[in-house]
Nanobody, 121 residues
Framework: QVQLVESGGGLVQAGESLRLSCAASGSFFRVDVMSWYRQATGNQRELVARITSGGATHYSDSVKDRFSISIDNAKNAVYLQMNSLKTEDTAVYYC???????????????WGQGTQVTVGS
């Protein structure tokens, strides 16, 4: 059973920073890609940032100059450093991982439970 556990959300003021963490646990072969998504009230879930186990990154245009994603392969963990936060960053942030349960299987997607980030003006 694979689990993704997030932490680090909270309430901050505009311009401040937060760091989200997510770790994969359970029995699996390897983690290929880890991502952060977010969903604001009334909106669809959207990709924020993605990182491969090799360190290749992708950011949405709305965050690419303010957020930084990193991965610790030894800990099967991903981090999202969020700087210069804006009120429009308020959302539930979800960790997502493409994990290979074991050979010869293909990667499967797993979601975390979500962590609330609220940015006040």
């Amino acid at each position: 059973q694979v689990q993704l556990v997030e932490s680090g959300g909270g309430l901050v003021q505009a311009g401040e920073s937060l760091r989200l963490s997510c770790a994969a646990s359970g029995s699996f072969f390897r983690v290929d890609v880890m991502s952060w998504y977010r969903q604001a009230t009334g909106n669809q879930r959207e990709l924020v940032a993605r990182i491969t186990s090799g360190g290749a990154t992708h950011y949405s245009d709305s965050v690419k100059d303010r957020f930084s994603i990193s991965i610790d392969n030894a800990k099967n963990a991903v981090y999202l450093q969020m700087n210069s936060l804006k009120t429009e960053d308020t959302a539930v942030y979800y960790c997502y991982a493409d994990i290979v349960p074991g050979p010869p299987y293909s990667p499967r997607g797993f979601w975390g439970q979500g962590t609330q980030v609220t940015v006040g003006s």
